[in-house]
T-cell receptor, first 113, second 115 residues
Framework: AQSVAQPEDQVNVAEGNPLTVKCTYS??????LFWYVQYPNRGLQFLLK??????LVKGSYGFEAEFNKSQTSFHLKKPSALVSDSALYFC???????????FGSGTRLSIRP | EPEVTQTPSHQVTQMGQEVILRCVPI?????FYWYRQILGQKVEFLVS????????KSEIFDDQFSVERPDGSNFTLKIRSTKLEDSAMYFC?????????????FGDGTRLSIL
């Protein structure tokens, strides 16, 4: 069965500093991994995905994510955080046999000025 | 950029009443989904729909729930007899095809409050 874990409920970072939001996954076959962001009173907005190829994936708003097969991780990163990055971030996984996406529990990212 | 739109943004309903949540997926998308997010909890899959049939559903999607594509643009979720525990944000999503590398595009959700 597929599963996703986000071990941190909240991550606090000062503006300008690098940020990392952690995610680990479990799937039976090849993983299809996604990051979504949710701003207040809004839906889930797609940030980036890993399918195959380079382990470092670049996405929207300067975010990137690093796929690590041996550690079954897909951590979200950004070299320099902005206050406007403050939001709820969800890691998600999908396998080739299912139409649904399985979401992690979410990590609230708070960037202080 | 085309968007998934959902109406209403907030629905307040008495327990036991029927409620219909509406979604307009992106126009050239063929696969449709409903998810829900109970306050403070994770986003949970409810159902996927293609070619006027349910493709996959979760254990949450019991006989009280149904989905329909009544015309060429709308995709609806009906809860027949609402319960207090149905209070949640309900998100509609769509994709162009079923390829697993396709990200699902989400609407802004309908907040359902059951009194």
């Amino acid at each position: 069965a597929q599963s996703v874990a986000q071990p941190e409920d909240q991550v606090n970072v000062a503006e300008g500093n690098p940020l990392t939001v952690k995610c680990t996954y479990s799937v039976s076959g090849n993983p299809y991994l996604f990051w979504y962001v949710q701003y207040p009173n809004r839906g889930l907005q797609f940030l980036l995905k890993y399918i195959t190829g380079d382990n470092l994936v670049k996405g929207s708003y300067g975010f990137e994510a690093e796929f690590n097969k041996s550690q079954t991780s897909f951590h979200l990163k950004k070299p320099s955080a902005l206050v406007s990055d403050s939001a709820l971030y969800f890691c998600a996984v999908r396998d080739s046999s299912a139409s649904k996406i399985i979401f992690g529990s979410g990590t609230r990212l708070s960037i202080r000025p | 950029e085309p968007e998934v739109t959902q109406t209403p943004s907030h629905q307040v309903t008495q327990m036991g009443q029927e409620v219909i949540l509406r979604c307009v997926p992106i126009s050239n998308h063929l696969y449709f989904y409903w998810y829900r997010q109970i306050l403070g909890q994770k986003v949970e899959f409810l159902v996927s729909f293609y070619n006027n049939e349910i493709s996959e559903k979760s254990e949450i999607f019991d006989d009280q729930f149904s989905v329909e594509r009544p015309d060429g643009s709308n995709f609806t979720l009906k809860i027949r007899s609402t319960k207090l525990e149905d209070s949640a944000m309900y998100f509609c999503a769509s994709t162009r095809d079923r390829a697993p590398n396709q990200p699902q595009h989400f609407g802004d959700g309908t907040r359902l409050s059951i009194l």
